[in-house]
């Protein structure tokens, strides 16, 4: 079972709900060391003081914010106490809102809270009523000394809570040059929309792997035992002259009918040989039993 990052409570009006703050998402990132290329030795970070040019002690160390090109202010561990939130461990609603108010751009990184025994029913009761409203919960938590925004949403069986930006932590699409709206060609939408319904289908997570960190592995397995890697072919991006996008579009199209025709006649093929195999198979005719005779 996983080790819960903390346990308290959702609260909202004189509800408490006892639960558990669960990870709900992990990295797979592969991490890399530096090594000393001629005896592949661990290189370790030296602290040391651009001023003089010496090695600095851990306990030598503060930490100072840059307020003006080389001037800091110094912070102490009691300047960082006397701001940190309260780590009261627990998940405060403050409002409930529209989930479909929510820009998606606000949303970070989300967590499981699992329910203490004695708060399943009130978990479940809050899950099924945040379901059938349309609803999520806005709360404020503190995770590891922080104090985050986040929203508390039902997901299958479990209440998620997301942890959310702030609203000054999103940059504002003004910063860049974006086109201006307007409406588009009749015949250029028609096949733009034509191109994404061949493309369209029902969306499965597991249809989608990391191919890169697979290959990594692959590689680093290889080499550990000895083998000789052969060199991956690097594709030069294929650039095409055409300037008209009401081309680029019909071809997009017409490539796009051709994979699906091709998925479509694998899969009428697969079925095929699956019927073939079960007609050429011979039936088996079951053996009456013999009557045993009475002693």
Same mark, same amino acid.
């Given at each position: 079972?996983?080790h819960?990052?903390?346990?308290?409570?959702?609260?909202?009006?004189?509800?408490?709900?006892?639960?558990?703050l669960?990870t709900?998402?992990?990295?797979?990132?592969?991490?890399?060391?530096?090594l000393?290329?001629?005896?592949?030795?661990?290189?370790?970070?030296?602290?040391?003081?651009?001023?003089?040019g010496?090695?600095?002690?851990?306990?030598?160390?503060?930490?100072?914010?840059?307020?003006?090109?080389?001037?800091?202010?110094?912070?102490?561990?009691?300047?960082?106490?006397?701001?940190?939130?309260?780590?009261?461990?627990s998940?405060?609603i403050?409002q409930?809102?529209?989930?479909?108010?929510?820009?998606?751009?606000?949303?970070?990184?989300?967590?499981?809270?699992?329910?203490e025994?004695?708060?399943?029913?009130?978990?479940?009761?809050?899950?099924?009523?945040?379901?059938?409203?349309?609803?999520?919960?806005?709360?404020?938590?503190?995770?590891?000394?922080?104090?985050?925004?986040?929203?508390?949403?039902?997901?299958?069986?479990?209440?998620?809570?997301?942890?959310?930006?702030?609203?000054?932590?999103?940059?504002?699409t003004?910063?860049?040059?974006?086109?201006?709206?307007?409406?588009?060609?009749?015949?250029?939408m028609?096949?733009a929309?034509?191109?994404i319904?061949?493309?369209?289908e029902?969306? !499965? $997570?597991?249809?989608?792997?990391?191919?890169?960190? #697979?290959?990594? %592995? /692959?590689?680093?397995? @290889?080499? &550990?035992?000895? +083998?000789?890697?052969?060199a991956g072919?690097?594709?030069?991006?294929v650039r095409?002259?055409?300037?008209?996008?009401m081309?680029?579009?019909q071809?997009s199209?017409?490539?796009?009918?051709?994979?699906? !025709? $091709?998925?479509?006649a694998r899969?009428?093929?697969? #079925?095929?040989? %699956? /019927?073939?195999g079960? @007609?050429? &198979?011979?039936? +088996?005719?079951?053996?009456?039993?013999?009557?045993?005779?009475?002693?």
């Open positions: 079972m996983a819960a990052i903390w346990s308290g409570a959702i609260n909202f009006g004189l509800v408490t709900i006892p639960v558990k669960q709900a998402v992990r990295t797979n990132d592969l991490r890399f060391n530096f000393h290329k001629p005896d592949e030795g661990r290189i370790t970070q030296v602290r040391r003081c651009s001023l003089d010496e090695e600095v002690a851990y306990t030598d160390l503060v930490r100072g914010y840059e307020y003006e090109k080389g001037r800091y202010v110094i912070i102490s561990d009691e300047d960082f106490n006397r701001v940190n939130p309260e780590a009261t461990q998940v405060d403050v409930f809102v529209d989930l479909a108010e929510i820009d998606p751009m606000f949303f970070d990184k989300p967590y499981y809270l699992e329910p025994k004695r708060g399943r029913h009130a978990y479940a009761l809050l899950r099924e009523a945040l379901k059938e409203s349309g609803k999520v919960g806005i709360a404020k938590v503190v995770i590891r000394s922080r104090e985050h925004l986040a929203a508390l949403k039902p997901n299958g069986d479990a209440l998620v809570l997301e942890l959310m930006h702030f609203a000054d932590e999103i940059v504002e003004s910063t860049l040059e974006l086109p201006a709206v307007e409406k588009p060609a009749a015949n250029e028609k096949v929309r034509m191109l319904d061949t493309m369209t029902a969306f !499965d $997570a597991k249809n989608y792997k990391d191919t890169y960190r #697979e290959q990594m %592995l /692959e590689m680093i397995e @290889a080499r &550990a035992a000895g +083998k000789t890697v052969p072919e690097t594709k030069a991006p095409d002259n055409v300037v008209n996008l081309d680029v579009l071809r199209l017409e490539a796009s009918k051709k994979r699906g !025709d $091709a998925a479509t899969g009428a093929g697969s #079925e095929a040989g %699956l /019927e073939t079960n @007609a050429s &198979a011979p039936e +088996k005719k079951s053996t009456p039993r013999r009557k045993r005779s009475a002693a």
